[in-house]
Structures are given as structure tokens and as C-alpha cells.
């Protein structure tokens, strides 16, 4: 299968601080790929879809001003949560599909606490 | 109606029983399916994909009624280590997959 990496696993920042998350394919290049939010005991929620060389699709309720997606490469996607504050602790999944595939792979997620 | 509905349980079983999920989908035109397999604080591991005909991956065994919008996951023999949440992913055939809120399994000594 392919390999979806992300990092950091987990970050602890100070309420108001930006916090980047990268997501990398490590055997594929992504054109496209995914971020989720998972909150405790619920499912996961898709935020965006992050294009390579374009701007980001976001969902109904996300806002993109705050949650700033990047794509600058075929293999890497980044999501930055500007002036975090503590409702944004969650933990953040991205997945990407190599071509021809149907399902997704994940990365190992970032869990983000914000105090 | 939600896009992908799952029961989220928990269903606590002993182990070596057999257990079965389902999960309804209302987008008809929906092409691929999967079962994925979320442990507690990790990413969902795909599990299997579903097919029309069925699919069975040693204990593990996947239907799909297209008609009836549903998807199935039987268990059998279930282990200490089939304990986690079992996610139903739906693709409507644009890349962008719907999860299922998930269904715990807790399978007891």
C-alpha cells in the first residue's frame, strides 16, 4: 500500500500561536489530497481538499482564513491553524489516493492541543 | 438523513463469536466502498474494499446490496485484537470519500 506521513504527531501550543501540520506521500505524488478534524467519540470530518498548484476546497463551516492549506508540491500538503485556541484541540488526519486507486491512505495523524 | 449512517454501538461480544455490522448510504450513485479499521488515537487502516459480488479476507467477510443501499462486515471468530471501531467509507466517485460515525467493537476474554 502507500505511505502517508505527517508531522508533527503531536503539538501542545499556547492559545493565539499558529500551528503547521505537514502531510507528505512518501512513495506517490498526490495531486490531490485530504485534511479531516476527528473530535473525541466522533467521526471523521472532513475540512478540506488541498489541489497541488491551486487554491483549497473547503467545506460548509470551515473557515479558510483560519485553517490555511498549501499544497506547493505533488507530495506535500500543509495545514496551518492561525491564532489556535482551545475548541481547535482535535486531532487532524490528511489522506491523499495514488493514481488509479480508489481508497485512501491516512497518515498517522496530528493530535493538537491548544491551552 | 445522514450520508453514511452506522450504529455506533459498542457491541461487546465474547471472544470466537461472530459479529456482523451494517451501514446504509443515500447517495445511489455512490461507485466504491470500504470497510476501515480505526484503533483508539491512530488513523483509519483500510480493512477491505467492498464489492457487489462480495469479498472475504480470512475471518473478515464484505457484502454490498446496491439495492437496498447497504454494506456489511461479518467477523468471525472474533479475537482480544478485532477490538477497535470499524468505519464504513463511502466514495460517491468523486475521490472525496463520506465516513461513517463508526461502530465499536469490544470483543471480551
Known amino acids: 500500500g502507500a505511505v502517508v506521513s505527517q508531522h508533527p504527531s503531536r503539538v501542545i501550543c499556547k492559545s493565539g500561536t499558529s500551528v503547521k501540520i505537514e502531510c507528505r506521500s512518501l512513495?506517490?505524488?498526490?495531486?490531490?489530497m485530504f485534511w479531516y478534524r476527528q473530535f473525541p467519540k466522533q467521526s471523521l470530518m472532513l475540512m478540506a481538499t488541498?489541489?497541488?498548484?491551486?487554491?483549497?476546497?473547503?467545506e460548509q463551516g470551515v473557515e479558510k482564513d483560519k485553517f490555511l492549506i498549501n499544497h506547493a508540491s505533488l507530495t506535500l500538503s500543509t495545514l496551518t491553524v492561525t491564532s489556535a485556541h482551545p475548541e481547535d484541540s482535535s486531532f487532524y488526519i490528511c489522506?491523499?489516493?495514488?493514481?488509479?486507486?480508489?481508497?485512501?491512505?491516512f497518515g498517522p495523524g496530528t493530535r493538537l492541543t491548544v491551552l | 438523513r445522514k450520508e453514511v449512517e452506522q450504529d455506533p454501538g459498542p457491541f461487546n461480544v465474547p471472544e470466537g463469536a461472530t459479529v456482523a455490522f451494517n451501514c446504509t448510504y443515500s447517495?445511489?450513485?455512490?461507485?466504491?466502498f470500504f470497510w476501515y479499521r480505526q484503533d483508539c488515537r491512530k488513523e483509519p487502516k483500510l480493512l477491505m474494499s467492498?464489492?457487489?459480488s462480495g469479498n472475504e479476507d480470512g475471518r473478515f467477510t464484505a457484502q454490498l446490496n446496491r439495492a437496498s443501499q447497504y454494506i456489511s462486515l461479518l467477523i468471525r471468530d472474533s479475537k482480544l485484537s478485532d477490538s477497535a471501531t470499524y468505519l464504513c467509507?463511502?466514495?460517491?466517485?468523486?475521490?472525496?470519500?463520506?465516513f461513517g460515525i463508526g461502530t465499536k467493537l469490544q470483543v471480551i476474554p
Open positions: 447517495n445511489s450513485a455512490s461507485q466504491s
Open positions: 467492498v464489492y457487489s
Open positions: 512513495d506517490f505524488q498526490a495531486t490531490t
Open positions: 489522506s491523499a489516493s495514488p493514481p488509479r486507486y480508489n481508497e485512501q491512505f
Open positions: 488541498s489541489n497541488e498548484g491551486s487554491k483549497a476546497t473547503y
Open positions: 467509507v463511502v466514495n460517491p466517485g468523486y475521490q472525496k470519500v463520506t
